[in-house]
């Protein structure tokens, strides 16, 4: 009952609010047991190593995406600081740049 008045006005702000974290997790142990009971446990570890795998890659590639939108802003930064200073070198507007964020830095 509860699943299908979460589903039926999913952005409600209620006391029974579907905790799809916790729902989401008894399913994957589900099909870990399921799969250990029909193909032994050997298959279901090899695919909780699988699931791992592709976490640890997620999480990597998130943290380049980070890294990637940090040198980003940096260059937009740079590039504003370059348009409102004709004169001024890139080297120059990076190195001003870097200054800056460092003494904004907390």
Known sequence: EYVYMEMVDPFSVDL????????????????????????????????????QD????????AKVNDSILMHYRSLQ???????????IT???ATEKTRLLEQMSAP
Do not use: C, W
């Open 16 to 51: 029974i609010d579907f905790d799809i974290k916790s729902f989401s997790e008894s399913v994957v142990e589900d099909i870990y047991i399921t799969l250990s009971d029909i193909d032994g446990r050997e298959a279901a570890s090899k695919l909780h190593q699988r699931v």
């Open 54 to 61: 592709k976490e640890q890659t997620n999480t990597a590639m």
């Open 77 to 87: 930064k740079v590039s504003t600081m370059r348009a409102s200073h004709p004169n």
């Open 90 to 92: 890139y080297d120059e």
